[in-house]
């Protein structure tokens, strides 16, 4: 069994938000998802802020605390920056997640003389490199190394089972680092359940047998017991790696521009995963190199949870901004032609990255078969290829912004929920839709969003007034301009919003009202400043 270095910025999600913002290292910061705190700085909780809060109560035990939005894209990016120093001092390594790093403990013996020399080694270049903590924790499996590196523990071989089995359930959350498409909601409902069955630790979910965890609580349940048990995925085997597939850009001219290096990125992993899925194989881990027309280089090995072009252009982007923000500190080492580690030339180093990338690869690092795939993998023979180049080729002839798509995001009216992101690039949210937003329009949504002045009115002719007690009168015709009259035959309750978005400067007053008319068209209305607006269209 391999064993795995883990490399771990303690609070990376406040640590990530502290640096974005420019504030000093003594500031309390924490960093919310859903409405509750998910990180906090060590000079937040140590005045009593803790995960799983409200702003609220975190504030009045803190008033200077500084809350952020989680943002997977900043956390990331400014991840990626120092992990450069990495490069140069092992063979390899693979970042795990926002924060977490695994090395091979096989790559640290040829040239440290024990795991604790090549700990110590590797925790002065980073802290020296980024000013960060570091955790450091070393296991059988990369799950256990990142539970022994979040307590700065050294499991010794064979001994991860024994160390799982007195960890508590919640440490199950780890699954949340090592692959991001597990939903967190679904995973705390899971681990909430293991606790009211008693299963208090690890090891008693370890106790079970596999045939009862999967018939019960199905394919998320047993991965969580083969993370207890001190299983892991074994490595895929070399001989399915019987030619090495790459696919290569060349960009001409080199380019600067991260966006477009992304936009290329994702031309080049649809033909790497192209060839990938001819072979039967699936691609669990990439490798990319970024080259300058001066030689300079640069080389990552990303963990992939799927085959999908938009991971690959997200990967790459973070790679280059960090390549870049990395040459530009003092005392930074980067690549030379070959892998080799340069010294402190940072003023052409900086300008090698600064004349742009002329050629990008990437290479498929890992490759396993398939073991089960309950869908046609990855949307083969779904009759949308024609689709997705006709697609592409627009965002290549006009744009990424040429093609956008919708997505929810978080707001109380619909034309605040929408949120329309170039296709094919990861949605970034100004507001979060899983957070509470009172006083928002309850579900279904609108399928038409609009802002139509029009009239309605009472049986008498009159303009039905709302106010906060209700309506004073009941509606009986909707005028809508271009559209004509329609008789309503039915609505809802009147209910009344106080709107301060996003400053308390522009504070709004609405009432909103929903219709139904005669002939089945149903509609979302909203009076402010003595005027009724038609705001969205049911289907």
Do not use: K
Request: aromatic content about 4%.
């Amino acid at each position: 069994m391999s064993r795995t270095l883990a490399l771990v910025v303690p609070d990376w999600l406040a640590v990530a938000a502290a640096i974005e913002a420019d504030l000093p290292p003594t500031a309390p910061v924490a960093v919310l998802r859903a409405g509750r705190l998910v990180s906090a700085t060590a000079q937040a909780r140590a005045l009593g802020v803790e995960r799983g809060m409200r702003a609220r109560a975190a504030r009045r035990l803190c008033p200077d605390l500084s809350l952020f939005p989680a943002d997977p894209e900043r956390e990331a990016r400014h991840f990626a920056s120092v992990t450069e120093v990495l490069t140069g001092a092992v063979a390899r390594f693979t970042v795990l997640g926002a924060g977490a790093v695994g090395v091979p403990a096989e790559s640290l013996r040829y040239a440290h003389a024990d795991e604790a020399a090549a700990v110590e080694v590797l925790l002065e270049s980073l802290t020296q490199d980024s000013g960060w903590e570091f955790l450091p924790g070393i296991a059988d499996t990369v799950p256990a190394a990142l539970l022994a590196a979040q307590r700065s523990h050294r499991v010794e071989p064979g001994g991860t089972p024994a160390f799982l089995a007195e960890l508590p359930v919640s440490a199950l959350e780890v699954l949340r680092v090592l692959d991001e498409t597990v939903e967190e909601e679904e995973l705390l409902a899971l681990i909430s359940v293991f606790v009211r069955l008693g299963l208090r630790t690890l090891g008693d979910l370890a106790a079970l047998t596999g045939e009862d965890v999967s018939t019960r609580f199905g394919e998320l349940g047993l991965r969580c017991r083969r993370l207890a048990c001190g299983e892991e995925t074994p490595a895929p085997p070399e001989h399915l790696r019987t030619v090495e597939l790459c696919a290569a850009a060349a960009l001409d001219p080199p380019t600067p521009r991260t966006d477009v290096l992304a936009f290329r990125a994702r031309t080049a992993a649809a033909e790497l995963f192209a060839a990938v899925r001819s072979r039967g194989l699936v691609c669990t881990q990439v490798t990319v190199r970024l080259q300058t027309p001066a030689g300079e280089e640069n080389t990552r090995t990303w963990r992939l949870e799927e085959m999908e072009e938009a991971r690959i252009a997200d990967r790459v982007r973070w790679q280059a901004e960090g390549w870049r923000a990395n040459v530009r500190r003092p005392g930074s080492r980067t690549q030379g032609p070959g892998g080799r580690a340069e010294g402190d030339g940072v003023d052409g180093d900086a300008a090698a990255v600064d004349e742009g990338i002329a050629l990008l690869t990437l290479i498929a690092a890992e490759l396993a078969a398939p073991l089960a795939a309950p869908r046609p993998l990855f949307g083969e023979g779904s009759g949308d290829d024609a689709v997705t180049h006709s697609l592409e080729r627009l965002q290549g002839l006009f744009g990424p912004d040429a093609v956008r798509v919708p997505v929810l995001q978080g707001g109380r009216d619909p034309e605040e929920t929408d949120l329309w992101t170039p296709w094919q690039q990861r949605p970034q949210p100004l507001r979060d839709p899983a957070a509470a937003w009172p006083g928002a329009v309850p579900r279904p949504h609108p399928t038409r969003v609009l802002r139509t002045p029009v009239e309605l009115l009472d049986a008498r002719g009159r303009d039905v007034v709302a106010r906060p007690s209700g309506l004073d009168s009941a509606p009986e015709l909707l005028r809508i301009p271009g559209v004509g009259a329609r008789r309503v035959v039915g609505h809802s309750e009147v209910w009344a919003a106080e709107i301060a978005w996003p400053e308390p400067v522009e504070r709004r007053y609405l009432s909103r009202l929903q219709v139904l008319c005669e002939d089945g068209s149903a509609y979302l209305l909203a009076r402010e400043h003595g005027r009724w607006r038609l705001r969205g269209e049911y289907a």
